[in-house]
C-alpha cells in the first residue's frame, strides 16, 4: 500500500480516544455510581429519622424506600436505553444526573408522605437514565476482551458510594438532620451533570468493534425476539431480575435491622451499613468482575456458574445471619452473605 493510501485508510477509520481521556470518562462515571449508591444506603441509613419527623408508618416508608424509588426507576430504563440508541449518550448522562441531583435537594423540603413520595420517583427517574447510555459508552471506547474490566472500575464507585452513603447519612440523621444530607449529596450530582456535558463526548458507535454494523439499530420488537429466542439470555434476565429485588430490598432493610434489634443510634447503625456494604460491596464486585474473566479463561458457563454459586450462598447466610445474638457474630456473617451476593453483578452485565 502506498503512502497516500495507508493515509488515507488511516484517516477514514474511526477516531481513538486518549488513554488520559479514557481514563477521565471512567472517573466521571465511576462518581456517578458512587453517587447513586450513596443515595440509596444513605436513604436506608436516615429512614428511621424520617419516620419519625414525618409520622410515617411502615407501609409508607416502604413504599418510599421500594416501589416508589423502583418503578419509575425500572420503567424509565428502556425507554432512555432505546433514546441511547439515536441521540447522544452523554447528553442523556447529564441530563439524568441533573434530574437526580435537583430532586434530591428538594427532598429536604419535602413535608409529609405524599411529597416525599414524588421526589423519591424524581430521584428514582434521575437514577434511571445513567444505567444504559454508560454501558453503551464503554462499549464504545473499549474493545469487547476490555469491556468487563473497564465496567468493574466504573462499578466499584458502588461500594465507595455506600460506605459514605450509610456513614455520612447516618452522621447527618443523629447530628445534623436528614434534611441537610440531601443537599449535601445534590451538589455533587449537579457538579457531575456539569462535567459530563462540558468534558465528554459520544464517541462514534462500533467504534471499538472489530466490525461496526451500518445503518440504523434493530426495532424493539426484532431485539426482543432475538433475545427471547435464547433460552439461556430468558434464564438470565430471570435471575438477574430476582437477585436485584433480594439485593435492594435487604440494603433498605439493614439499617432499621440493627437499630431496632440492637437499639443503636443513628450514627452507629450507619457506620456498621457501611462497612458491610463497603467492603462486601467491593470484594463481591471484583470476584465476581475479575474472578470470573479469568475463570472463563477455562471455561466460558463460569460467567453464570458463578453468579449461580454466590447466590445459592447468599440466601442461607442472610438467615443464619439475622439469627445470631451478638452485633459482631451478625456483620461478620452478614459480611459473608453480601459478598456472595454481590458475585452476580458484574459478569451478569458482562
Not at 101 to 127: K, M, T
Request: charged share 10%.
Amino acid at each position: 500500500m502506498s503512502s497516500e493510501a495507508a493515509g488515507a485508510a488511516q484517516s477514514s477509520s474511526p477516531p481513538r480516544f486518549s488513554r488520559p481521556y479514557r481514563f477521565w470518562l471512567l472517573a466521571v462515571l465511576f462518581v456517578s455510581s458512587a453517587l447513586n449508591l450513596a443515595d440509596r444506603q444513605g436513604m436506608a441509613a436516615i429512614a428511621p429519622a424520617v419516620k419519625r419527623d414525618l409520622l410515617l408508618s411502615d407501609t409508607q416508608l416502604g413504599l418510599i424506600l421500594g416501589l416508589g424509588f423502583a418503578i419509575f426507576f425500572s420503567l424509565l430504563a428502556l425507554p432512555i436505553a432505546r433514546l441511547a440508541e439515536h441521540h447522544s449518550r452523554v447528553r442523556i448522562v447529564a441530563a439524568s444526573a441533573a434530574v437526580f441531583g435537583v430532586a434530591l435537594g428538594l427532598c429536604a423540603l419535602a413535608g409529609n408522605f405524599w411529597q416525599f413520595l414524588a421526589l423519591r420517583i424524581g430521584v428514582g427517574a434521575g437514577e434511571s437514565g445513567v444505567g444504559p447510555p454508560v454501558a453503551s459508552l464503554i462499549g464504545d471506547h473499549y474493545p469487547m476482551q476490555k469491556r468487563a474490566s473497564a465496567a468493574t472500575v466504573v462499578w466499584l464507585g458502588a461500594p465507595v458510594g455506600a460506605v459514605s452513603g450509610a456513614v455520612l447519612g447516618g452522621w447527618f440523621a443523629q447530628y445534623a438532620g436528614w434534611r441537610l444530607w440531601f443537599v449535601a449529596l445534590g451538589a455533587p450530582a449537579l457538579a457531575v451533570a456539569l462535567l459530563a456535558i462540558l468534558t465528554l463526548r459520544d464517541p462514534p458507535r462500533g467504534m471499538s468493534d472489530p466490525v461496526a454494523t451500518p445503518g440504523a439499530p434493530p426495532s424493539m420488537l426484532e431485539v426482543l425476539k432475538f433475545l427471547w429466542a435464547k433460552k439461556s439470555v430468558r434464564q438470565i434476565l430471570l435471575g438477574a431480575g430476582l437477585a436485584a429485588i433480594a439485593m435492594n430490598a435487604l440494603g433498605q432493610f439493614f439499617a432499621r435491622f440493627f437499630i431496632a434489634n440492637y437499639h443503636m443510634g443513628f450514627a452507629e447503625a450507619g457506620r456498621i451499613l457501611g462497612l458491610m456494604a463497603g467492603a462486601a460491596m467491593a470484594s463481591g464486585l471484583a470476584l465476581g468482575g475479575f474472578g470470573m474473566d479469568r475463570a472463563a479463561r477455562f471455561d466460558r458457563r463460569w460467567y453464570v456458574w458463578g453468579p449461580a454459586i454466590g447466590l445459592g450462598l447468599a440466601a442461607p447466610l442472610f438467615l443464619l445471619g439475622m439469627a445470631q445474638s451478638s452485633v459482631f457474630a451478625t456483620v461478620a456473617v452478614l459480611m459473608a452473605g453480601h459478598v456472595a451476593l454481590f458475585v452476580f453483578w458484574t459478569p451478569t452485565l458482562a
